[in-house]
Each structure stands twice: as C-alpha cells, then as structure tokens.
C-alpha cells in the first residue's frame, strides 16, 4: 500500500509518500519545506505566519511529492499536537485530497509519530522507554506495544527545545536555538569543559529535578540561572554548560525510568533528538538505543506515514469527524 501523509503541526510544511507492506517501509517522496528563515526575526514561531505559509506551500509541496509516482490509497495526516491553526491547514488540505480522489483518511497523533519512525527498519524490542525531546514537548513513555502507551513524566515548565531557544535568545545566538547552542558549544574545547570564569565547575549550573524521585522534567530554573549568570563567561562556554546541562538531565531520568520499568529498549524521538552530542551521549551509555536518522528527528511526514501505517484501523472517509487536537495526548 501508498499512504500520502501530510503533516503541519508547527512551522515545517512536510509531505510525504511512502509505500508499506509487512511493516517494511520505502520512502517515495519526502519534501519538508521549513519556515525558520521566517520565523528567525521573532526568536519564534507565530501561528499566523506559520498557517500562512502552509497554506501557500502546501499546494507546491504537493505537485513535488506527486510528480512521476503513482496515487496513494490512503491518506495520513497530523491531528495534534500542535499549533492549532498549523494543524487545520494541514487537515483541510488532507481533506479536499480525500474527497476529490476518494481516499481514506487516517487521523496522526504527532508525538506517536515521533516514535514510531524508529521502526523504519525493523520493530525494536518491547517493553521500551521512549524519550521525545522537541520544541514543545518532553516526554518520557513507556511504549508496551504499538498503540500502548503510558506518560511516565513531562515537562512542567519549559520543554528542553523551547529551553535551548530560549537561552539561545539570551546569549544572542539566534533561532532556532537548538543548532545555535550546539554549534556554539562545538567550538569551545573539550579540555576546558566544566572550568568556569569565576572557579566554578559546570556542575554549578542547575540541572533542575534531575534527583527527584519522578520521572518529570523542569528547565525554567536552569533558564532563569543563565539570564543572570552568562555575562562572566564567554558565550561558546556557556552555550557547551547549557547543553550538557539538558543532556544530563536527559539522560539521567531516562535511565531511572529504563530500570524502573525493565525497558529492553530505549528509543529517541523529536528535533532536539538530532543534537549530535545527545545521540553520541546516549550511546555511550545504553546498549539497546535507537534514534531515528536526522532528517526524520525533525518534524517530517515520512513518520506520519509509518504512523498511519500501524493506525490503519483508523480508516474513515467522514472526513468531518476529522479535526485539529491542539493538546492531544498519547495512550
């Protein structure tokens, strides 16, 4: 089978076609036309433009992904969650396809998504722990099996992605901050990691609820904590401690929820997912972690694809109980 999917949940106007068959997926067509270029000037995303822009792309994107392949049999979009007006872009877009080729539609929970495009290749080994990092979100989900899940813990503040954008903004080095940061933090060196202005070590800089007994996460206080601390050090420095700041808060509740929970697996998901200092970090130190490739951490349709795919069971042409979830959740 075909599945076109189609996925505009934030500011990446993203389609896709893929053919599935016995959970072995091939990639036909995958176009992601991003927005941060539009959106860098604002240190941010503004729904407004972003649905704007969909509603201009998406056309294009479409005749791309379309040119010298065949018709899908169904299609796959992103219900939520997401930026509500970004969402509906997508949705009505999916719709007016439905109904003027008379296909399907298969409804996508974002966050699912970002989980199962790890099994591109093959299914991992379950029960696992899924952590999904991104821009808005940070989560850690027990993944029994396909289509059962269970929140262990998220964020009750800053997601780690909007934390990294948000310290990015304060250190002047621009949006999206999730790539500043980290080119930033390349360029100091390694040797002088943890050695502060002022004798302090890195440690000083708060990894916050990294001890706590939950599985919740927390990065407004490590935010708060470089506002008003990074003018005494150089910037590349201070860029190298915020990340590892995150990466260790990452890694450490990861890890208490992997052995709480006899995870076999631990699987990444989400843009953040695609530091390149995170996935060295979480290789070094768990056996059995899969990530996806880089172009499929980011938000893409090919993962709303695999999504479709194993929802499929979701199946419906009444296309009007199909409609944006801004705050969707997984189960």
Same mark, same amino acid.
């Given at each position: 089978m075909k599945i076109l999917a189609i996925e505009t949940s934030c500011d990446d106007t993203a389609i896709a076609l893929v053919e599935a068959k016995n959970n072995k997926f091939k990639?036909?067509?995958?176009?992601?036309?991003?927005?941060?270029?539009?959106?860098?000037?604002?240190?941010? =995303?503004?729904?407004?433009?972003a649905k704007r822009e969909h509603?201009?792309?998406?056309?294009?994107?479409?005749?791309?992904?379309?040119?010298?392949?065949?018709?899908? $049999?169904?299609?796959?979009?992103?219900?939520?969650?997401?930026?509500?007006p970004c969402l509906w872009t997508g949705i009505n877009f999916a719709k007016d396809l439905a109904k003027k080729y008379d296909l399907p539609i298969i409804p996508v929970n974002h966050i699912e998504a970002h989980i199962l495009v790890n099994f591109i290749e093959k299914k991992p080994k379950l029960p696992a722990v899924a952590l999904v990092v991104s821009g808005g979100h940070t989560q850690l989900i027990l993944v029994k $099996?396909?289509? /059962?899940?269970?929140?262990?813990?998220?964020?009750?503040?800053?997601?780690?992605?909007?934390?990294? $954008?948000k310290t990015a903004r304060i250190l002047g080095l621009g949006y999206p901050g999730g790539p500043a940061i980290a080119?930033?933090? /390349?360029?100091?060196?390694?040797?002088?990691?943890g050695k502060l202005s002022r004798g302090r070590?890195? +440690? /000083?800089?708060?990894?916050?609820?990294?001890?706590?007994? +939950?599985?919740?996460?927390?990065?407004?206080?490590?935010?708060?904590?470089?506002?008003?601390?990074?003018?005494?050090?150089?910037?590349?420095q201070m860029a190298k401690e915020i990340q590892q700041a995150i990466i260790d808060v990452l890694i450490k509740k990861t890890v208490k929820a992997a052995n709480d929970y006899n995870a076999k697996t631990i699987i990444l998901g989400g843009g953040v997912s695609a530091n390149e200092e995170l996935r060295k970090q979480f290789k070094r130190k768990f056996k059995?972690?899969?990530?996806?490739?880089? /172009?499929?951490?980011?938000?893409?349709? =090919?993962?709303?694809?695999?999504?479709?795919?194993?929802?499929?069971?979701k199946k419906t042409k009444n296309y009007d109980k199909i409609e944006a979830k801004a705050n969707l959740m997984i189960k």
């Open positions: 990639v036909l067509s995958n176009i992601v036309s991003s927005q941060t270029e539009i959106h860098k000037k604002w240190g941010g =995303v503004y729904p407004s433009l509603l201009k792309n998406l056309p294009i994107v479409f005749r791309k992904i379309r040119r010298g392949r065949t018709s899908a $049999d169904f299609i796959a979009v992103t219900v939520g969650p997401g930026l509500e $099996d396909i289509g /059962k899940y269970k929140i262990l813990g998220e964020t009750r503040d800053d997601a780690a992605g909007e934390c990294l $954008d080119a930033a933090a /390349k360029s100091y060196p390694r040797s002088d990691l070590t890195s +440690d /000083k800089l708060p990894r916050p609820m990294i001890n706590t007994e +939950d599985y919740d996460f927390s990065f407004s206080g490590l935010k708060t904590a470089v506002l008003y601390g990074f003018k005494n050090q150089p910037v590349n059995n972690v899969i990530m996806p490739d880089k /172009k499929f951490s980011t938000d893409n349709a =090919v993962m709303a694809a695999i999504a479709g795919y194993y929802n499929i069971r």
